[in-house]
């Protein structure tokens, strides 16, 4: 079926420097794709999401690129700060999956100082 | 700031057993889901909920599942006959509205830790 999926599932970065977390995703009928973060013990958090007819996004400190060519998804990270260190999950929502979130696998981003 | 409330925070069950699994979204919310997320795996789908019928599931919530709105304010999960491999950790979210007018972001809560021996 369709899936959404990542690219790395661990990504180690130094304090200040910028990430890059990738996703890949098959449905092409998505409306919506979002990033979430998870903490460890907590549930997800919305960080950003962009639509479909979109290519680029900017948020506080994060970007979100939508390249539906190759129907790829990237969340960038300015200035990482230990805070970030989490797992991030791309997701996709669209009408014909009646607005349920799609999860792709996770990255688990840490964060060294 | 409103958030979406779970209780309990951890569940330890026998296998054969039903379970209820509490929530609590966001008062002025309209939709509300239940999702999982196996130890290590992705967060997965399992049922949507609006004007207090489903508006839909995934394979994985069977006739074994079921949801309910008691009330104006709960929102819960029922499984009937807990198996090993519903071990699991349950996050409930809501959102105000479905996408009419742009993305509504779902509002996750904390989760509950479902631990079938």
């Known amino acids: 079926g369709e899936s959404v999926g990542l690219h790395l599932p661990t990504l180690s970065v130094q304090e200040g420097d910028n990430s890059i977390i990738n996703c890949a995703y098959s449905?092409?009928?998505?409306?919506?794709f979002i990033w979430y973060k998870q903490e460890s013990g907590k549930g997800p958090q919305f960080i950003i999401d962009?639509?479909?007819?979109?290519d680029k996004r900017q948020g506080q400190r994060v970007t979100v690129l939508l390249n539906k060519t190759v129907k790829h998804l990237s969340l960038q990270i300015a200035a990482t700060q230990p805070g970030d260190s989490a797992v991030y999950f791309c997701?996709?929502?669209?009408?014909?999956?009646?607005?349920?979130?799609?999860f792709g696998k996770g990255t688990s981003l840490l964060v060294t100082p | 700031e409103p958030e979406v409330t779970q209780t309990p925070s951890h569940q330890v069950t026998q296998m054969g057993q039903e379970v209820i699994l509490r929530c609590v979204p966001i008062?002025?919310?309209?939709?509300f889901y239940w999702y999982r997320q196996i130890l290590g795996q992705k967060v997965e789908f399992l049922v949507s909920?609006?004007?207090?019928?489903?508006?839909?599931k995934s394979e994985i919530f069977d006739d074994q599942f079921s949801v309910e709105r008691p009330d104006g304010s709960n929102f819960t999960l029922k499984i009937r006959s807990t198996k090993l491999e519903d071990s699991a950790m349950y996050f409930c979210?809501?959102?105000?509205?479905?996408?009419?007018?742009?993305?509504?972001?779902?509002?996750f809560g904390p989760g509950t830790r479902l631990t079938v021996l």
């Open positions: 962009i639509r479909s007819n979109m």
């Open positions: 909920f609006y004007n207090n019928e489903i508006s839909e």
């Open positions: 997701a996709e929502n669209g009408r014909n999956s009646g607005y349920a979130l799609n």
């Open positions: 449905n092409s009928a998505s409306d919506y």
């Open positions: 979210a809501s959102t105000y509205l479905e996408g009419a007018a742009g993305f509504d972001e779902q509002f």
């Open positions: 008062s002025n919310h309209l939709y």
